[in-house]
């Protein structure tokens, strides 16, 4: 897939790789939604939904509450195991995630996210390693974090029919590079750069963009001009779809949530509350009561102490007990 061939879809047309998904096993009873659902939703400015998910009980809430994608996020090294970036994440515990998170949710649109070091080393390992995504866990595509001195990556990955959702402005893989996490593009010629990477990246042959930390202004241009899906996070209201971090818009603790997000529920005071409930009971013997345990048949408990008893005769009664 060559850049000139997608050189129309920044200005006309629209981006010909689609999406998809083989159903392991019986059929989700929701609609699936593809790579032609998002593009649709651009067409008629509807805003598409977008979390991160990493486990397969989440996945399943996820998709009943109507969400549109989940995002196998790398984020998983900071919220779930406590690292200090995301760095050390690896393809093969995400893509263990990945496969929990479709079989939660087979209908909606799961992208992986492809970790550091995982495409940066080569084109071929980049193809190599995405592969895993699609076919062992069913994603519809792969993120990578990038600018133009990766575009031949995205072509490459695109020839090779892997759809590729291109990850600019703030990236988190490469924060020693950028001094920590900062908001990118806010002077006119870094935000011109910007705008210009996002359309390498379409002509290129990225089936879909992620704006992370882009001033509002630079992400309604940029989602203005490119025809495919533009999904932000921290970058205004005028992109095609926003994506957040579960743990960040639940209350839920860890990682870096950003000043600005919105958070829609209090997990944590939920849970500690719910954890010191629990431990005093425990502490106090009011846990488990009658309810929380399972009784013995009152005759086949006459037999066992009538048996014990009958032991207690042949010896010490404490043998095997």
């Known amino acids: 897939m060559t850049a000139a061939r997608h050189a129309s879809v920044w200005a006309v047309g629209s ?46 809430l996820m998709e009943e509450a109507g969400i549109d994608s989940l995002l196998v996020g790398d984020t998983y090294a900071e919220v779930c195991l406590g690292h200090e970036t995301t760095l050390p994440m690896t393809l093969e515990h995400l893509i263990t995630i990945a496969e929990a998170v479709r079989r939660g949710a087979p209908s909606v649109f799961l992208v992986g996210d492809m970790p550091y070091l995982s495409y940066q080393i080569c084109a071929e390992e980049a193809i190599r390693n995405a592969g895993q995504f699609m076919a062992r866990a069913g994603c519809d595509c792969v993120k990578v974090e990038v600018d133009r001195r990766l575009a031949k990556t995205v072509e490459a990955m ?36 910007l705008i210009e990477d996002a359309k ?17 202004e630079v992400a309604a241009i940029i989602t203005e001009r ?85 032991g207690d005769h042949a010896g010490d009664g404490r043998a095997g007990v």
């Open 200 to 216: 390498m990246m379409v002509e290129s042959g990225a089936i879909a963009l992620l704006l992370e930390a882009v001033p509002a």
């Open 15 to 60: 981006c010909q790789t689609c999406g998809g998904f083989v159903s392991y096993g019986s059929m989700p009873a929701k609609t699936k939604i593809t790579l032609s659902t998002l593009q649709a939703r651009k067409r008629e400015r509807r805003k598409i939904s977008m979390i991160t998910c990493y486990d397969y009980s989440t996945a399943r």
């Open 158 to 193: 695109a020839t090779a029919t892997i759809p590729v959702m291109a990850h600019l402005g703030l990236k988190p893989q490469s924060i020693q590079t950028v001094g920590g996490y900062k908001i990118q593009g806010k002077s006119a010629p870094d935000a011109l750069r």
């Open 226 to 310: 490119a025809l495919v899906p533009v999904i932000g996070i921290v970058a205004g209201p005028d992109v095609d779809g926003q994506v957040v971090v579960f743990h960040d818009m639940v209350g839920y603790g860890g990682g870096h949530p950003p000043r600005s997000v919105k958070r829609y529920a209090d997990l944590y005071g939920t849970l500690v509350g719910a954890f010191k409930a629990y431990a005093h009971e425990v502490a106090s013997g009011a846990f488990p009561a009658a309810e929380n345990s399972f009784a013995m048949d009152q005759t086949e408990l006459s037999k066992l102490r009538r048996g014990l008893s009958g």
